[in-house]
């Protein structure tokens, strides 16, 4: 698997509404594999593939296919900058504040990419009372410290720039873990799936359209206009989902399993999959052999569901692959999960 592209992808800062370089980095990558690109208003980088070998009668209407890829990370907006130089921020994106000691960070500016750490104010353990000890900060009392003077800070740092965790992308046996893996994954997923039916000379009738959205963590909000603007007949949200199948969880809840294959996403609380397409995805997944899953995620949601509902709607469906720790700095998926999202995008889709 092409694991230099996801640890490029993984680390490469991009929030909510500052997914550019993201974008930069994706449109490089893609060069041959589509027909048109275009980025809307947005910020999502919409590109389709005509169809290969086979196709439509004249006048027939190609069945459209839109595969959802978030693009943007769960991150921090600088709200404030006080006098000796430290950065207060508001959240794109939801955090568990349990996980917000001791961060290391990238603080992204116009005059380049500054090192810093994140901490809650207050006192350190060695003066700290029992009752701070106890205590889960708020994400409007964490610092970003810059180790750099006031006023450099107040030169370099504005309102609305925007930092990330610095944490590398490591590989830990067939597990890879990465604070972006949510949802580089998904944009891994969107071009290795088109350059394995590329590479395979795949036909397909249907038109494939991948769409790398912006603001997925704030609200889905790039796929509604993607999905408006490709006014697709079958949607795809790709995205990491739930493993819980870890000590401490009961086995009832542990919406997947590591290891045991892509997961077939019935629901969440945003939309409920097109059952026969569900089906469909199910049988392929048997006939070629590819470990898969059904999974329903209690709460949350994702793309699928701004494909399913905007302008006349769509069939929609989601292909997940289960990810610990998730939303935190150290979100661990297993390779073989996502050679399964691969391979069964690149084998189901063009046969829609
Ligand atoms: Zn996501």
């Known amino acids: ?19 550019e370089r993201v974008r930069d980095l994706i449109s490089k990558e893609i060069k041959g594999l589509f027909d048109e690109v275009k ?20 006048g027939e209407r190609a069945t459209r296919v839109l595969l959802l890829c978030h693009m943007d990370q769960i991150g921090f907006y600088v709200r404030d900058v006080d006098a000796k130089g430290f950065i207060r921020v508001v959240a794109a994106g939801g955090f568990d504040t349990r996980n917000l000691f001791s961060r290391r960070m990238t603080l992204v500016t116009d005059s380049g990419d500054i090192p810093c750490v994140m901490n809650p104010g207050g006192r350190p353990v060695h003066i700290a ?6 205590k889960i900060p708020e994400v409007k ?3 970003v410290d810059t180790g750099l003077p006031a006023d450099q800070v107040k030169k370099r740092v504005k309102i609305g720039d ?8 490591i590989e830990l046996g067939e597990k890879a873990a990465s604070p972006a893996m949510d949802n580089r994954i998904a944009c891994w997923l969107g071009i290795e799936a088109v350059r394995e039916i590329e590479r395979k000379k795949t036909a397909h009738a249907c038109e494939i359209y991948v769409a790398f959205t912006t603001q997925e963590e704030v609200g889905l909000r790039g796929a509604k206009t993607s999905s408006h603007i490709v006014d697709c007949d079958i949607g795809i949200g790709i995205d990491v ?5 870890v000590p401490g969880v009961p086995e009832d809840e542990r919406v997947t399993e590591q290891g045991k294959g892509v997961g077939l996403h019935v629901m969440d609380s945003s939309f409920i999959a097109d059952y026969k397409l569900i089906d469909d995805m199910e049988k392929t997944a048997k006939k070629a052999r590819i470990p898969h899953q059904r999974t329903i995620l209690a709460r949350g949601g994702q793309d699928g ?3 399913q509902q905007t302008g006349r709607g769509a069939r929609a469906v989601g292909v997940v692959v289960g990810t610990r720790y998730i939303h935190t700095t150290c979100e661990m998926i297993h390779k073989k999960d996502l050679i399964a999202a691969r391979d069964l995008l690149a084998t189901w889709v063009p046969g829609l």
Do not use: W
């Open 162 to 169: 925007y930092c990330v965790y610095s944490d590398p992308f």
């Open 1 to 19: 698997m092409n694991i230099d592209l996801l640890k490029r992808l993984c680390e490469t800062p991009g929030v909510p509404g500052r997914e």
């Open 305 to 307: 569901a701004a494909a």
């Open 39 to 58: 980025t809307d208003a947005m910020g999502n980088l919409i590109c389709k593939r005509s169809a290969r070998g086979k196709g439509k009668a004249k």
């Open 129 to 134: 009372s029992e009752a701070d000890k106890n």
């Open 141 to 143: 009392e964490l610092l």
């Open 241 to 245: 989902t739930l493993s819980c199948d």
